[in-house]
């Protein structure tokens, strides 16, 4: 089974998403904060990573760029989740590597159209 | 010597028979008694290891040579130095030579000794009669592989004259342009093995010994030969390895006193000598074999320029005197030839210097005469020449004056023909300058009157009335040539008469006065025009001489003090005006003095009693030669003007007295406006104050909501997100009731979510952070959009929906129509139960504006209601809001967003209980709109 991983500090979230990735036929590894997302990206080399952008300590968008800057992850897609748009925040999201976004509250029903469609994109 | 012997035997007869005796039993004892008495044959040795060594490598070869050769005993003479060994044979001590290649060579040259046979040494018990020599470098020398990397090294040998180890191995250094002494250190260790051991021990870089050297070390065991490696390697059969080429061991040798007989028994005596014979053993070599060719040896020695070639090149005066003694005899014999005749030559000079002194005395004699001869002729010549001289410089001098003075000359002779004339004359007459016929003059110039007017007949001219008798005296005529300037000339002369007083001519002269006359007529008219404007002026001025008559007075100064001119002109101003105060005629001294005196007014009083005011000015003229010439007086009245000034002067008084009253009326006013001022400035402090509240308040309410919205949200999506799955039965099958409460929980949850939504857009759009998204779409593919947004709850509610769709390109904000319209939809879809929702676009007649209305068959609007329908929170329906869900913003965030983000606007057109229109208008191209409002 493919892993992803998703970076979400918020436990209720992180269950909904697990849901909907595990329905997929994805195996879901978690990480509770974005220093902690960083560290597993580049040791579990995930098939994709989904990364909340409001994170306690390091945001979202720093821990993504994080793992760009690594250098191991260059080709895994990193989908960014955020709860509110803020002016400027899709730019800074794709500038710092990510592939995609989207908005909660996301809809489990539609979510994995939804990623597949940014995953095609690749 | 066989003298010697008989007399020998004739003394000692009586033993004869015990003699022969003895020589049958005794033999070998009577041949070394015998031996004894034998002649002695010296073989001289080269004992380089002193005479001791010497003796013991070859005395067994000597008594083996005795033995061979009864008749003679061999005897060694060890020579330690060469130079000893080349004595010994300078005097003839020794019969043989044995001694190493080199030396030879050398012997071989000088002294003329021949080798009978060549050593066959003993390598390590290797036969061989050549030996050469090994170039070597420890093994680990990286840098050192071939003959070229030796360059710049240490290289130790023997010592300098060390054939195997050293000469052998320049030699093969040198053919390869490397010359030790020059391109490295070399280094000297005096034996062969101090040699292998410096290269082994690092004191030097390379090495070079004879061959076998390094073998023999070997198999003693005080080398390990794998330390070194050998550079240059030749390949070959001789049994050792070497590098270099290989030379003929020791020969044996006879010398030129030594017969040839006892030479040839020597040579097959050493031939024959067997390998194991004590000879052989004793001198540690095999045996002796054909003599060798010792020209390698020549060619070495020659190359490296060693004895004896030492001066192999090299040019002596004995070589060339004994070369060339012919020549020189030759040349000698030349000189010789060459001195007589040369004696012969000076003796005849001499003779003949005589003859030429006598020769020249006689020719001296002969040039006195002349010279004396010529000086006197000389002399006449020369006070001829300086008569002529004087007489030319006279007619230089009258010529050059005649060139060179202005005035023009021209002269006739009788009939009036020109005879002479100068070139002042012809440049007065515009002629050229290369000479002209006189009777051609007349082609070049007119001849006029002094008023330039008038031409001149040829009989007036003053040329022609000279010639007539007459005496020209300052005649002015103009001349005006056809180019050039025209002059005025002065003529004087006079006709030229012979001694009886014919005429034979005329000359006349002529001076070019048109310059000065220019300026006198320019003088003239200053003098008039100063006159005029002095005449003309209008203040009274009167001009005086020294002696302060008048001169020039103005017609303002006649009309003034009612004097004449011509009763005043000449006359003494004093006399004129007779009661002058004092105070005039010192202000006249003090101009005389040279100072100006004057007055910008001066009130004095008329005999009648009025008041007349003058302005005036009394100041000198000076003559051409800076002296005071006379005065000049400038009086005017000036009463009227004063009297004018003092009226503007009250006037101007009664002015600024008013100006005062009102200026003191302004700044009244103007205070009771600064006033005001401070209370305007008051009032909008407080204003300021209350709008940056407002604005502080405004800040608060942004940061609230966006806080507010993503707190909202969190949460938002575990309600939304978790029912939606359970309804979906991800979890497992639910019953009705329990599906029911579920989508109850989901519906709640989106309608939450929606006013968040409505809510911040409202929020944005209030505090114009809402920025327009403004892109290029087409109006066909938006309506798709909005249709497969409804499509659902329209057949979900069974009604019909009607999009009239077309394409179009938009430029706006796409997204915020979209949200318009999928308002507008669901607005139609909700309040309406049966019928048809129609959706209509529509382009303006200027193409700018695009209409899109939302037609419903609903429940409509009353008309009091609508005016209140876009404003915030607004439901109409508040008793059936469980019917028709809503937040209440959705209409005025539409109108919102119509006017401020899309320049456009919205409205409705209802009927209450039949259906209602809404409507959106905007601008095709928001940018023409935003133009348009700019």
New interface residues.
Partial sequence: MKKVLVIED?A??LR?IS?VLK?AGYDVISAGSGEEGVVVAIRELPFFILVDI?LPGISGIEAARQIRASGANGSIPIIAIT??A??GDREKVMEAGCNGYFE??????TIMDEIHKILEKQ | MKVNIFRYICIFQFTWLCILICVGFFAPGLVFCQSLHKEKIIIAVRAHSGAEAARKKWQATADYLSLAIPEYRFELLPLVTFDNMRRALAEEQAHFVLTNPTAYVDLEVHYGITRLATLVNLVNKVAVSEFGSVIFTRADKKDIIALSDIRGKSFVGVDKEAFGAWLMARRELEDNGIFPFKHCRPLFAGTQEAVVFAVRDGEADVGTVRTGIIEKLALQGRIDSGDFKIINQVEDSFPYPHSTRLYPEWPFSRTSQTSDELSTKVAIALLSMPPNAPAARDGRYHGWGVPEDYNQIHDILRQLRVTPYQDYGKITILVVVRQYLWWITSIILLVLIGFVLFIRATYLNQSLKKSKIQLKKASQNLEKQVRSRTAKLAEEIVDRKRAEEALRDEQQFLQAIFDTIEEGIVACDAKGILTRFNKATTRFHGLPEQPIPAEQWAEYYDLYQPDGKTPMNKEDAPLFRALRGEKVKDAEMMIIPKDGQSRVLLANGQALKDLNGAIIGAMVTMHDITESKRINEALTHSHDLMRYIIEHNRSAIAVHDRDLKYIYVSQSYLDDYNVREQDIIGKHHYDVFPDLPQKWRDVHQKALAGQVSGAEADPYERADGSVEWTRWECRPWYESDGSVGGIIVYTEVITGRIKEEEELKQYRNRLEEKVLERTLDVEETQSALLNLLDDMNMTREQLEEANKKLHDLDRLKSMFIASMSHELRTPLNSVIGFSSILINEWLGPLNDEQKMNMESILRSGKHLLSLINDVIDISKIEAGTLEPQIENFDLADLLTEAEDFIRNSAQDKGLQLVIHKFSCPLLTDRRRLLQILINFLSNGVKFTDKGEVTLTAELSANQKQMEISVDDTGIGIAEQDQARLFQPFTRLHDSGSSVYPGTGLGLYLCRKIAEEILHGKVDIQSVFGQGSTFRVILPVKIDEAVKTIH
């Fill in positions: 918020n209720d979230n909904l849901y329905r409001q709860s509110y803020q002016k909660k509250p996301f809809d489990p029903l």
